[in-house]
């Protein structure tokens, strides 16, 4: 079988520097009702439109120093969610959790990524 494994040691350094990187702070990250600093209010009032695309766009050159793995993309920008969300180095996974909603329990996805992730090559 073609997978990576991921040992806890080395997702919890990801976080640690993904969270040093982007400037969330351990109250942030733990705060039960912390908002992530890529969210700006008012930003998916007209989604798809040139407001919430000129939001976007001012907010991903703000952070666009960061690497590219971890650099908002528009659901983060226009979607509250909270930032554990934001260091998690995959687009398209931020995105999912962020338009699950409520359907994935941040606290268990947190506790499941430290037992370990396996990545699987197509």
Known sequence: MNTLRIER??????????????????????GEHA???????????????TASDD????????????????????????????PMIDVLPFPTFRKNLIHSGDAVHEEELYHDLLNGLAMKRN
């Open 55 to 82: 939001t976007v766009t001012t907010v991903q050159r703000i952070f666009n120093t960061l690497k590219p793995d971890v650099r908002p993309i528009k659901e983060q920008v226009t979607m509250m969610h909270r």
């Open 9 to 30: 040691i080395c997702i919890l350094e990801a976080i640690m520097a993904n969270c040093l990187q982007i400037g969330i702070t351990e109250q942030m990250f733990c």
């Open 35 to 49: 908002i992530s600093p890529f969210f700006r209010p008012g930003g998916n009032k007209a989604v798809g439109g």
